[in-house]
């Protein structure tokens, strides 16, 4: 069996998932897109080593921020990791919001091969045109991919674009139906929306006061700014705006607010286009005992 945490980005799946994970001798799995970066530690709010309390994790810290993040190729990774976990009997894990990352993991989903030819012009495209543009073409030969695509996501408007290129198919159309690559069991964190806005709102404060600023100035001198996928993580991309004096400290606080509402709401509209996925309150005093018996014995 495999277990998935998933919900909107400050719901608490982290806490959830270590507890089960000690409850019933597992290993973290992270499907978390932004937290396999090194270095980007406080602006996706990564569980310290401490806060594992021991608990073995997989798939954090293996890339540079230089360096551009795959689907496909995490695919691989994290498939190799349940494996290993499995072989040993006990039980993977998994936790994150990234919608795309979940279902790669746990479904049978195959992605479409890459040209770089295609993705470097359309990258080009990107840089003389703007992120804005991009999406209104994508709008115009995939509506259905640009509504669920932010237009700042300028890593998946640009694969997107790459796909209907390649395949001639609108991009959601290479997104199957639900399909379990192996038996698992789908707990979501579900928290209201005024809640979630003030949770969101108190995280995005922590990471400032434990120096996220700082931290995305350290990246910058790593090569930040030259990381196709890192660079647009939320909360790096508005420091560095910040950090090249395209706003002030205020402006980007605020502007990491705001995107990180909207991505949760976009997160939202994802896991609940799944209905395998079994929908607990947050705050329930009783979450652990609940998701316990969701694994059954």
Request: with cysteine; charged share 25%; proline share 5%.
């Amino acid at each position: 069996m495999i277990v998935a945490i998933v919900g909107p980005t400050a719901s608490g799946k982290s806490d959830l998932a270590i507890a089960i994970a000690k409850a019933r001798n597992g290993e973290i799995v992270n499907l978390d897109a932004s937290q396999i970066y090194r270095g980007m530690d406080i602006g996706t709010a990564k569980m310290s080593s401490g806060e594992r309390q021991g608990v073995p994790h997989h798939l954090l810290d293996f890339l540079d921020v230089t360096e551009s993040a795959s689907v496909a190729e995490f695919q691989k990774l994290a498939l190799a990791a349940i494996d290993d976990i499995r072989s040993r009997d006990r039980l993977p894990v998994c936790v994150g919001g990234s919608g795309l990352y979940v279902r790669a993991v746990l479904e049978e989903l195959d992605f479409p091969g890459t040209d770089p030819k295609v993705r470097e012009r359309l990258e080009s495209e990107l840089a003389a045109i703007g992120p804005e543009a991009m999406h209104a073409r994508l709008s115009q030969r995939d509506p259905a991919a640009a509504a669920a695509i932010l237009p700042g996501n300028t890593r998946r408007v640009v694969r997107a674009l790459e796909v209907i290129e390649l395949t001639g198919r609108p991009f959601v159309a290479t997104l199957p139906a639900h399909s379990k690559r192996a038996p698992d069991v789908r707990i979501g964190l579900e928290v209201p929306k005024e809640m979630l806005q003030e949770r969101i709102r108190a995280r995005v404060q922590r990471m400032w006061d434990a120096g996220l600023v700082e931290e995305v100035r350290q990246l910058e001198a790593q090569g930040l700014r030259n990381g196709f996928t890192a660079s647009k993580a939320l909360g790096y991309q508005q420091v560095l705006a910040y950090l090249a004096g395209e706003c002030t400290e205020v402006e980007a606080f605020e502007a990491t607010v705001l995107g990180t509402m909207k991505f949760s709401r976009r997160q939202m509209q994802w896991f609940r286009r799944d209905p395998q996925i079994r929908w607990l309150r947050y705050d329930d005093p009783r979450l652990l005992e609940l998701a316990l018996a969701e694994l059954g014995d």
